[in-house]
């Protein structure tokens, strides 16, 4: 679907948002008068009241300029903030959507509102469907062109430019979460990775050979097991001052989580295609960031593994060494994320010495039981990271909930054996994760962790901007929260 944005424009759709008792807009006087009164006479039908979201339409007659009007419900104007707006772009895209019509026509009076109900109606518009062989051309949409009429046009492409960065962000990562683990192993995850180049991102893959050679026995533990080779993926994106240190954004990027020998229950494990979700928002958050040339110097480390029960896989009770020198007692193989992550973050630390870090892992089962499926759990000693992620979140409707560190819950993580174990016991299992991690990021380093497990997939009720089975939540957060703090 093509989104554009006009001072004027003819559709067959023509949309109109009503405020919550209120009347026809002025840009709606002409089509009405046309139609000898049809808008008016919709307003009154349906016990339509203007409330948020709420729909009627009116078929128009032949002499008309459109096909088929339509009035939307915008709520009280004092209400409609970002996601409201967001909401009606959204609604319209799914409604309309497969109308048979090609074309439309949404009506407002500012630019703001312009751009949100773009954003809405692009992320509502996302379709997976490359597997299904049998679609009938009336089984898929029809509307190919979404026009945002609006006074002033210059100021709401303005504000789409962004928007639409962060939108491709979004859907990169929805598309390679919803993406097969038989079709998406690291190393087509890494390929995928590579294509970025095109978008002007520096990328470099390492291999298992090459990992070895640093000493990356964590991460190597967790994917020995899979007959697919690990990779680490590297992506740059330096639009900002030459010299200046980078914020490096990590990803766990397993790409299927069996459990390994501590196998999963089989119900729901198929679900474990998604695992790899902080690897997509990382990678989708590049893409966001390059397509709109952002003023900031960034890179992006996923670690890709496979977690696979097999002869060679590792055990319950084996010690990895991880490339920052500690050890690490295996008491459960499918808590893989951490391992991952501690020599991801390790050599993020040593080739890039960054500004901040941000990790984001589909890491527990925790987070889920604590915030269910519409606050990501967020884990950092440094308030200003805290506070500045919150406000990006709340900004893009990708929300944050800040749960507690402390040395009480790090010390679950004692083991006979090593250093640590990677388990710490049934308590506070988001936390004793987050603190695991803590012991990879050296003193004085800045850095959040984003426990995403709960809303990299939504069951239950979800957003109208989110209609596959993955959300792609990540990359709107995170180029929001560079726009905002690194590129002033
Ligand atoms: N990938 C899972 C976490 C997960 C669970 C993500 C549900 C999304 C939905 C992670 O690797 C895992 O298995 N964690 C274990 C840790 C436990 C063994 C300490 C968990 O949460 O049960
Ligand atoms: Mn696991
Ligand atoms: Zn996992």
């Known amino acids: 679907m093509k989104i554009t944005f006009a001072e004027q424009a003819d559709a067959e759709i023509a949309v109109f948002v009503i405020d919550e008792g209120g009347k026809l807009p002025e840009s709606a006087k002409a089509l009405d008068e046309a139609s000898g009164g049809l808008l008016t006479e919709a307003l009154e039908q349906e016990r339509f009241t203007g409330k948020s ?157 090459e990992m070895e050679k640093l000493g990356m026995g964590s991460l190597l533990g967790v994917g020995q097991g899979s007959v697919k080779e690990s990779k680490l993926g590297i992506m740059k994106w330096m639009g900002g001052a030459k010299d200046d240190a980078p914020v490096a954004l990590v990803g766990k990027g397993v790409c299927f989580d069996t459990g390994g020998i501590s196998l999963k229950p089989g119900p729901s494990m198929e679900d474990m295609r998604g695992d790899m979700g902080g690897a997509a928002a990382v990678t989708g958050a590049m893409l966001a960031l390059a397509k709109r040339k952002a003023k900031a110097n960034v890179v ?124 710490g016991g049934r308590a506070a299992g988001s936390i004793t994760a987050a603190q695991f991690l803590k012991r990879f990021v050296n003193e004085g380093q800045e850095w959040a962790h984003l426990d995403i497990a709960g809303v990299a997939w939504v069951d239950g009720e979800k957003s109208p901007l989110d209609p596959s089975w993955a959300s792609g939540f990540g990359p709107r957060l995170l180029d929001r929260w560079i726009a905002d703090n690194y590129e002033g």
């Open 53 to 209: 979201g709420q729909q009627t339409y009116a078929v128009l007659p032949k002499s008309a300029s459109a096909r088929r009007a339509v009035l939307i419900g915008g709520g009280k104007p004092k209400d409609r903030d970002a996601r409201a707006q967001e909401k009606i772009g959204a609604l319209l895209a799914k409604s309309q959507g497969g109308s048979g019509y090609k074309s439309l026509a949404l009506h407002v009076d500012d630019a703001e509102f312009a751009a949100r109900a773009a954003i809405g109606a692009e992320l509502a518009s996302y379709r997976f469907d490359e597997y299904f062989t049998k679609q009938k051309p009336e089984d898929k949409p029809s509307l190919e062109a979404f026009t945002v009429v609006c006074p002033d046009e210059g100021a709401a492409k303005a504000a789409w430019a962004p928007l639409d960065a962060a939108a491709a962000g979004t859907r990169l990562a929805r598309d390679l979460m919803n993406q097969p683990p038989n079709i998406l192993f690291p190393a087509a995850f890494a390929d995928r990775i590579k294509e970025l180049e095109k978008h002007g991102l520096e990328v470099e893959i390492l291999g298992e050979k």
């Open 300 to 423: 992006g480390l996923v670690g890709l593994v496979e977690n696979m029960p097999d002869g060679n896989a590792i055990r319950p009770g084996d010690i990895l060494t991880s490339a920052s020198g500690q050890t690490i007692e295996v008491q459960n193989t499918d808590a893989e994320g951490r391992l991952v992550l501690a020599d991801v973050l390790w050599y993020a630390q040593k080739h890039f010495k960054p500004k901040s870090i941000v990790d984001l892992a589909t890491l527990t089962g925790a987070i889920v039981i604590s915030l269910g499926h519409h606050h990501a759990g967020l884990f950092t000693d440094n308030d200003a990271m805290a506070e500045g992620l919150t406000k990006a979140g709340l900004a893009e409707g990708e929300r944050v909930w800040r749960l507690p560190l402390g040395s009480e819950y790090d010390s679950l993580l004692k083991s006979k054996f090593a250093d640590m174990r990677n388990i």
